[in-house]
């Protein structure tokens, strides 16, 4: 299994078989705290990758680095092979690197199905004259049948004319991550696609994450569900105060000492699975 | 009190040329705000660079009127470049604070003698412009429609600058049923979603702001017809806010917003001024001498202005549902 993933050794930083996402020397600070310290970090192609760390660790902030929504203070990173440092936030998405956030951005003064139709690229009408002439119909049609089919698949498609507002905040999850889709990228960064979260949903969640793997998608996520973690990723990146701590195949790296040290700390000997928010 | 004459000055307002002007201005407010959630508090600036690029090109450059309504447009999108391509990539808190001062900057520009020759001074340009009514196609007349009664000119004025109203309405309808218009409504809520969507945010604001400067140039080129003249202090932040309130009325971020406030803000305008003066110069309002009618006016707009904010943010025809969910 973790020969399909790695090259050589297994240990913080290593050469993976097919890197979609390859990041070298990427340091940010804040003042005089380094938030992120990564020397080396490479993503696997079409595996489920979970990124997971205390608070503080710097996943969300080396989210934002990676995909240029903040600029660091040194480091490159290629992805498929192209350099995407110091590209802005709008060309990585372009380029089929596409995020979600922390704190849900739906779009609550849209409907559900017009937050999903602005997730779509290339859109004719989209250019100001385009738009203003009606050349944009046809491709409106077809993004409406793209967005309703993946609203069926998430479930929201009784909520299709609601306003994004109206849903509760485990639906926005599920509609951003949807709107994400929408661009049908090569890589999906979620970031704690699982925070506030129902349960009931969680499992169906979880299928849709499965379900994007299945149809060739990376997808890297930030989580600290480790249910969920150990459920669904293929392998696990461990970070701490700014750095990669560790790697591997989730059953292993969370039984790794560094690991138990640096993240689950006085709860090492409870069942991970009890860990989950809010109980 | 003269009913009548009230009851005419009134109802004549609503179909003003300079009503007009304002509604052009408040259209063009409406894609800033209303659509795109950029706070610009500049927006006689704009005006005001229609009107005075139309004059210059007219009095200095001696371009036919219609070229140098032309040529106040292009200075309008130099004009919407040169205040947002440093600006727009701050929140948007700053940018009201840079658009008022760049409004003021530009003001006192035209206003200062430095440049007298071309712009006027504190005087202005005056006596121009009059190549427009050449234009009319209406026959010498007087015309009435109910209670309107107009000269031929006067009715060749109106038709041109409703006639723009309607064009700009229409423009602005099919601009935001349009996936362009999708954008600018997505960024107004939150930026950086729809920069993850893939989307050049910086390049959509621009747009807007040129095109909604755009309307409020064609605003100052009406203002302009309509007056003969262009003068400094026509641009002050009070003409700002008289927009702001006429586009808050009617509604940020719907089609009729504008036209309907603008119509109800000056005839409601022009009513309290005739009650008021009626009302001071019959002695029934003691404490306050016929002169200081124009101030308490003023008052009033802004507690209307508050009020309307506080107790209906969406304004005669705005959709609720748009502003309740915030955040």
């Known amino acids: 299994m973790a020969k399909d993933i790695v090259v050589g050794k297994i240990e913080p930083g290593c050469k993976k078989v097919d890197p979609i996402l390859v990041a070298d020397n990427v340091t940010r600070q804040f003042g005089g705290l380094t938030a992120v310290n990564v020397e080396h970090l490479e993503i696997p192609r079409g595996k489920i990758t979970a990124l997971i760390g205390p608070n503080g660790a710097g996943k969300t902030t080396l989210f934002n680095l990676l995909t240029g929504f903040d600029k660091p203070n040194t480091g490159s990173w290629q992805f498929e092979g192209k350099n995407l440092a110091g590209v802005p936030s709008y060309k990585v998405a372009r380029r089929g690197m596409v995020r979600t956030f922390q704190l849900t951005k739906s779009l609550n003064a849209m409907t559900v199905i017009e937050n999903m139709r602005l997730g779509a690229q290339k859109q004719v009408g989209e250019n100001l004259f385009a738009g203003l002439v009606q050349m944009w119909r046809s491709q409106e049609a077809r993004i409406t049948q793209l967005a309703d089919g993946l609203l069926a698949r998430f479930k929201l498609d009784a909520k299709r004319e609601d306003y994004a507002g109206s849903l509760s905040g485990g639906q926005r999850k599920l509609l951003e991550m949807a709107r994400a889709l929408m661009s049908e990228p090569k890589l999906i960064m979620l970031d704690e696609p699982m925070a506030g979260v129902n349960p009931a949903l969680t499992q169906s969640l979880l299928e849709h994450i499965k379900g994007l793997k299945a149809n060739g998608t990376t997808v890297l996520f930030v989580e600290h569900d480790m249910h969920m973690v150990r459920h669904i990723s293929d392998w696990v990146i461990v970070m701490a105060e700014g750095k990669v701590v560790a790697e591997g195949e989730p059953g292993v790296v969370m039984k790794d000492q560094a690991v138990i040290d640096a993240y689950l700390g006085a709860h090492h000997d409870t069942d991970l699975g009890t860990m989950k928010k809010g109980k | ?327």
């Open chain 2, 1 to 327: 009190m003269d009913w009548i004459q009230t009851f005419n000055l009134t109802v004549g307002v609503i179909l003003d040329p300079l009503t007009a002007a304002y509604i052009l201005c408040a259209i063009g407010l409406s894609v800033h705000f209303g659509f795109t959630g950029l706070l610009n508090f500049g927006q006689a600036a704009f005006a005001a660079v229609g009107a005075y690029g139309m004059a210059i090109g007219y009095l200095t450059l001696k371009l036919p009127l219609l070229v140098a309504m032309g040529f106040a447009l292009l200075c309008v999108v130099v004009f919407a470049l040169i205040l947002g391509v440093p600006t727009l990539r701050l929140r948007a808190d700053y940018l009201a604070i840079v658009t008022i001062a760049a409004s003021e900057v530009f003001r006192y520009l035209m206003a200062t003698s430095a440049f007298k020759d071309v712009t006027g001074g504190s005087n202005g340009l005056s006596q121009f412009g009059y190549d427009f009514f050449d234009w009319n196609p209406i026959p010498v007349g007087k015309y009435e429609f109910g209670p309107f009664s107009w000269t031929e000119d006067q009715f060749w004025l109106r038709i041109f600058s409703f006639g723009l109203v309607a064009i700009a309405t229409l423009l602005v309808w099919l601009m935001m049923r349009s996936p362009w218009g999708r954008v600018l409504k997505g960024i107004r809520e939150d930026e950086d979603a729809v920069r993850s969507l893939g989307k050049n945010v910086f390049s959509y604001k621009l747009q807007s702001l040129i095109i909604g400067g755009l309307f409020a140039g064609m605003g100052g080129i009406v203002f302009v017809l309509s007056m003969s003249n262009v003068q400094p202090q026509t641009w002050v932040t009070n003409f700002t806010f008289m927009v702001w309130t006429v586009l808050l009325l009617g509604g940020a971020a719907s089609m009729l917003g504008p036209i309907a406030g603008g119509m109800v803000f000056f005839a409601l305008w022009v009513f309290v001024n005739e009650i008021l003066a009626g009302m001071s110069n019959m002695g029934w309002l003691p404490f306050l001498d016929p002169a200081q009618v124009g101030q308490v006016r003023f008052i009033l707009i802004g507690l209307a202005l508050m009020l309307l904010v506080v107790f209906r943010p969406q304004g005669m025809f705005g959709n609720k549902k748009e502003l309740r969910f915030n955040g």
